[in-house]
């Protein structure tokens, strides 16, 4: 009789507040001994509020990542079940975690997802952004300019750009998207769930001009406005002429059109630009 293997556990945990746990991955980091964390430091701060006692932990920070796995993994294929988390939010999302769940894929491990917190859909949900037709998510970006604009210069220009930017290269990377991308709208979601929580909608010429940043940052920028650059149209003429086409009852398919006939644009344009203005 095959011996039976374990199963991977990817848990979602808090991305600030203690309090965002899902009732089920307190059930598996309670139940459950080896557990493979990015922080330890920081999960004991969990496992202590929750008196979950008694785990081995495993540290998995990117440096020790692939070695670690290989010890993960003959764990699993002794038939210990084992729980993988990231210092925060979701684990494999800008944080270690995808190799050893590759290595569980490739030998027939048994993977259980607990959902939870991100700070991705945390940041997006409290946005006001129109998501019908997607987002770009990069994570964090590489440190150097050129390869910062190699990356930038390659994407489609009509999408919402998620990044997460750490506090004390904040000023920096501002610095170098002003130059690759222009002076954009964005939001800020800083310390997200935490006392000190900012969310604000502002632009990144303002944003650049602050002096500290403290917490972790999501950062979403908008896409540049495709009429104000490619057709030359008074932005500030069309929006008003929505805000009154609003007014009387019309839905987005009928302001494009007759937006459409009236200033000889691309109907297209004039919809997907209406979706995405925050400001109308």
Not at 222 to 233: A, F, N, Q, R
């Amino acid at each position: 009789m095959q011996k039976k293997t374990g199963t991977l556990y990817v848990v979602s945990l808090p991305i600030g507040n203690l309090k965002d746990i899902t009732l089920r991955a307190l059930e598996i980091l309670k139940n459950i001994k080896f557990i493979a964390c990015e922080d330890t430091r920081s999960l004991k701060k969990i496992l202590n509020y929750y008196k979950c006692e008694s785990k081995k932990l495993i540290s998995l920070y990117r440096d020790v990542e692939k070695k670690k796995s290989e010890k993960i993994l003959e764990l699993l294929k002794r038939g210990e079940d084992v729980v993988l988390v990231s210092e925060a939010g979701t684990p494999g999302i800008s944080d270690p975690g995808a190799y050893i769940i590759n290595l569980a894929h490739k030998n027939r491990i048994k993977i259980e997802p607990i959902p939870g917190p991100s700070a991705i859909t945390c940041a997006l949900s409290v946005s006001g952004i129109v998501l019908d037709r997607g987002f770009i998510f990069l994570g964090f970006l590489p440190k150097k300019l050129e390869e910062q604009k190699n990356l930038l210069s390659n994407l489609p220009n009509n999408f919402p750009i998620i990044l997460f930017i750490s506090p004390h290269q904040m000023k920096k990377t501002l610095k170098n998207l002003l130059k690759i991308l222009g002076n954009r709208e964005c939001f800020l979601a800083r310390e997200l769930t935490k006392l000190h929580e900012e969310l604000l909608w502002t632009n990144l010429e303002e944003l650049e001009k602050r002096e500290n940043f403290l917490g972790e940052i999501t950062l979403i920028i908008m896409p540049e406005k495709i009429l104000d650059k490619e057709l030359k149209i008074n932005w500030d003429i069309l929006k008003k002429e929505v805000q009154r086409l609003k007014s009387q009852g019309f839905k987005t398919k009928e302001m494009s059109k007759c937006l459409s006939k009236k200033f000889n644009l691309p109907l297209k344009i004039v919809y997907n630009w209406i979706l995405t203005s925050d400001k109308i």
